[in-house]
Nanobody, 125 residues
């Protein structure tokens, strides 16, 4: 059974940095896409970034390009989201997700099969 466990959220001031971690377990993820989504209060869950486990292809939402960096550690089966220059509008619950099939990335939540429990990120102005 696939398990995704996020950590690293918190309360920070605008301009600060945070690093989120997502520890994955339950199977071999070589043909999977790992992604980060976020959901702010009253809004739909939105795509943030994704990385293919085997080849390391990376994709970002326009809103985070240049500020966020997604990476992975194969040995630890962990995906990271380094968030720099945080803005109040980045405030949301951040979710790690994974889907089988690295041929298509998937930019919507319904394309992903497994989800973590989420971690809160709050950026004060």
């Amino acid at each position: 059974q696939v398990q995704l466990v996020e950590s690293g959220g918190g309360l920070v001031q605008a301009g600060s940095s945070l690093r989120l971690s997502c520890a994955a377990s339950g199977r071999t993820f070589s043909n999977y896409v790992m992604a980060w989504f976020r959901q702010a209060p009253g809004k739909e869950r939105e795509f943030v970034a994704a990385i293919t486990w085997s080849t390391g292809r990376i994709y970002y939402a326009d809103s985070v390009k240049g500020r966020f960096t997604i990476s992975k550690d194969n040995a630890k089966s962990t995906v990271y989201l380094q968030m720099n220059s945080l803005k109040p509008e980045d405030t949301a619950v951040y979710y790690c997700a994974t889907k089988y099939g690295s041929g298509t990335i998937g930019y919507t939540e319904r394309q992903y099969n497994y989800w973590g429990q989420g971690t809160q990120v709050t950026v004060s102005s």
